[in-house]
Nanobody, 127 residues
Framework: QVQLVESGGGSVQEGGSLTLSCAASGHFFNVKYMGWFRQAPGKEREAVASIIIPILDRTIYYENFVKGRFTISVDKARNTMWLQMNSLKPDDSAMYYC??????????????????WGQGTQVTVSS
């Protein structure tokens, strides 16, 4: 089992920045990749960014709507993943979830590939 706890959400003005963190505990050695998803009220949960955990293969995936604005990173020694979010827009407002997968195949946008989820942290961007 892997436990995930997000933090760092909050309210910012449009154009502002936030850094989300996801602290993992438990059997983290089983985790192959991690990702950030978000869900706005009335909308489906959508992928934001994902990263492969093994150091020799830090493949990263970004959804087009965050490319150039968000940066995902991970520190395996600290079992922590971050999402640096810059140039935030009102459309970025959502509950942000951290997720972890033990699957070998990297399928970053498939919610079913992630067995472990955090409780979420709220991000609100006002115009």
């Amino acid at each position: 089992q892997v436990q995930l706890v997000e933090s760092g959400g909050g309210s910012v003005q449009e154009g502002g920045s936030l850094t989300l963190s996801c602290a993992a505990s438990g059997h983290f050695f089983n985790v192959k990749y991690m990702g950030w998803f978000r869900q706005a009220p009335g909308k489906e949960r959508e992928a934001v960014a994902s990263i492969i955990i093994p150091i020799l293969d830090r493949t990263i995936y970004y959804e087009n709507f965050v490319k150039g604005r968000f940066t995902i990173s991970v520190d395996k020694a600290r079992n922590t993943m971050w999402l640096q979010m810059n140039s935030l827009k009102p459309d970025d407002s959502a509950m942000y979830y951290c997720a972890a997968s033990a699957r070998a195949a990297f399928v970053p946008t498939d919610k079913d590939a992630y067995a472990y989820w955090g409780q979420g942290t709220q991000v609100t961007v006002s115009s």
